[in-house]
């Protein structure tokens, strides 16, 4: 099923253009590289984590720092060779101990509208699918949005809510979780944002599947490798940041792994906001290539073109942010 979510507004591209962006991506730049020069991180080579075609038929999509092929069946960017979860987890907490806080109280436009979001999202899909969602439990994005748990208070909602943050656990990592739903058997988790950063998705999703009710609901928003911001500027992509991206899912791609998981996708939409500001800003500010039809288009697009251009990727699946809602 296609839910398509159509924005009201564009963002102010001040959103894609901070320095806090660029400083971040070199935080993360920095942490990968010296990951790559630490004997005691394991790295795996694997295939495609999606549809398991094997790394040789697949298309070279950056070897910036660490290899990164493009699925030739299903469309899905991976890195070729990731470390071990562990790592991955202890470099997360470490940069996220030295980031700027965030107000709890306060948060930023972005985030508000954000959050709004994702509670409506899960509200319209319980009404859709019948569902009573009286329990959620949040797996670690209060650990990359300190403001969000406030925020699900302060703006209203029946659920009881948990949060799992992030921790340093184990080999695998997904222990905390594992034991979390086995202690509290909540109706819905939500992964937001996580598929793109662990190393093994698949184990990720066995964990949630293998300790949930049958029945339950699992909201999973993740970037989009169909995106359009991926197909024209590749590797060059701003939102493209390695340890972040590890995977980044087609919907053909990810369909096929919930589904040989034991899965039923209820929903799937794009309902990205950034494409659209995110190319004009490139082809404005920041690179001077000439692309055919696009660099024209951006450069002399106003605001009115760019929102039709955002719906037009929604409707088509094409936007950057994907979601899904699976049934257990």
Not at 1 to 18: E, K, R, W
Not at 118 to 132: D, V
């Amino acid at each position: 099923m296609q839910t398509p979510v159509f924005i009201d507004d564009l963002p102010d591209i001040s959103t894609v253009a901070s320095r806090k962006s660029d400083h971040y991506r070199q935080t993360r730049n920095r942490a990968l590289a010296e990951m790559l020069l630490d004997d005691a991180v394991s790295w795996h080579e694997r295939a495609c984590p999606a549809c398991g075609q094997s790394r040789d038929l697949s298309r070279n999509f950056s070897q910036a720092l660490m290899p990164f092929q493009r699925c030739s069946a299903c469309n899905t960017i991976y890195a070729a060779r990731v470390p071990d979860q562990s790592h991955l987890d202890g470099q997360r907490l470490r940069l996220l101990d030295e980031l700027p806080p965030e107000t709890a109280d306060k948060p930023k436009r972005p985030r508000e509208f954000e959050y709004i979001s994702i509670l409506n999202w899960i509200r319209l899909t319980e009404a859709r699918s019948g569902h009573s969602l009286g329990k959620v439990l949040d797996y670690r994005f209060s650990s990359q949005a300190p403001s969000w748990p406030d925020a699900v208070t302060r703006l209203g909602t029946h659920r009881d809510w948990s949060f799992l943050p992030l921790a340093a656990d184990g080999e695998t990592g997904f222990d905390d979780l594992r034991d979390r739903l086995q202690a509290e058997t909540p109706d819905a988790v939500l992964l937001y944002g996580e598929m793109d950063r662990v190393a093994d998705p698949a184990a990720l999703l066995r964990v949630v599947r293998a300790n949930l009710p049958r029945g339950s609901l699992v909201f999973i928003a993740t970037s989009c490798a169909d995106g359009l911001e991926y197909e024209i500027l590749g590797a060059d992509s701003p939102s493209f940041v390695p340890l972040d991206r590890l995977n980044i899912f087609s919907v053909e791609g990810f369909s096929q792994m919930v589904r040989e998981l034991g899965y039923t996708a209820l929903e799937v939409s794009t309902p990205g906001r950034l494409d659209a500001v995110i190319l004009q800003h490139y082809f404005t500010e920041i690179e001077n290539a000439d692309v055919p039809f696009w660099s024209g288009f951006f450069r002399s697009a106003n605001k009115d073109r760019l929102r039709d251009l955002q719906i037009l990727l929604q409707r088509s699946l094409r936007s950057g942010v994907m979601r899904f809602v699976l049934e257990t």
